[in-house]
């Protein structure tokens, strides 16, 4: 079964800063999504980035971008410029592209503070 | 963009009540997943439809049992509430082909307290 695993339950960045939250994942599959979702206290669920393991080219999406080691199932997460608004529980998620079993797993979570 | 719907957003029952969640996909979109997230924990997978079918379980309690209709929405019904049933429910949707690259999109989810 695949498990993914958040190392740090809790970080703090000061604003303006960058900051690097981690993930590794266990799996036997080859093809499969990775995820960050975001969840601020309002608890919507919102995604940020999304990675195809297919691509060997990193997600980028503004200030947010991955580096994806596949070999090593490492999916980290890097927040530049880090805003107030970045305050959130952060999931990092997995999704096999296998025909019949595409549920999410999450991670536990990753909560960061931004420090003013 | 028309986003996922759910109804309603807090649900107050008592021990051993029944309760129904809804949800409506984002137009087009003809597959549904539920999700239970606990107080301090992450999402746990409980069921999937494609096309009105099952098309996966996960750690659903018997106790609940889930339907998608001809209009792609989706409810998910509880009975004999217990207290460790307080949660956040999301519903999530996507369309496509099962293990197709969509993504999963997640509606605001609905607070269930059980007193």
């Known amino acids: 079964a695949q498990t993914v695993t958040q190392s740090q339950p809790e970080m703090s960045v000061q604003e303006a800063e960058t900051v690097t939250l981690s993930c590794t994942y266990d799996?036997?599959?080859?093809?499969?999504?990775l995820f960050w979702y975001k969840q601020p206290p309002s608890r919507q669920m919102i995604l940020v980035i999304r990675?195809?393991?297919?691509?060997?080219q990193n997600a980028t999406e503004n200030r947010f971008s991955v580096n994806f080691q596949k070999a090593a199932k490492s999916f980290s997460l890097k927040i530049s410029d880090s805003q107030l608004g970045d305050a959130a529980m952060y999931f990092c998620?997995?999704?096999?592209?296998?025909?019949?079993?595409?549920?999410?797993?999450f991670g536990k979570g990753t909560r960061l503070h931004i420090l003013p | 963009a028309a986003g996922v719907i759910q109804s309603p957003r807090h649900l107050i029952k008592e021990k051993r009540e029944t309760a129904t969640l809804k949800c409506y996909p984002i137009?087009?979109?003809?597959?549904v997943y539920w999700y239970q997230q606990g107080p301090g924990q992450d999402p746990q997978f409980l069921i999937s439809?494609?096309?009105?079918?099952?098309?996966d379980k996960g750690s659903i309690p018997d106790r609940f049992s889930a339907q998608q209709f001809s209009d792609y929405h989706s409810e998910l019904n509880m009975s004999s509430l217990e207290l460790g049933d307080s949660a956040l429910y999301f519903c999530?949707?996507?369309?496509?082909?099962?293990?197709?690259?969509?993504?999963?999109?997640f509606g605001p989810g609905t607070r269930l307290t059980v007193l």
């Open positions: 999530a949707s996507t369309l496509g082909p099962r293990g197709g690259p969509d993504t999963q999109y």
């Open positions: 799996t036997s599959e080859s093809d499969y999504y």
């Open positions: 990675q195809e393991a297919y691509k060997q």
């Open positions: 998620a997995y999704r096999s592209a296998a025909n019949r079993d595409d549920k999410i797993i």
């Open positions: 137009p087009r979109h003809d597959t």
């Open positions: 439809f494609y096309e009105k079918m099952q098309s």
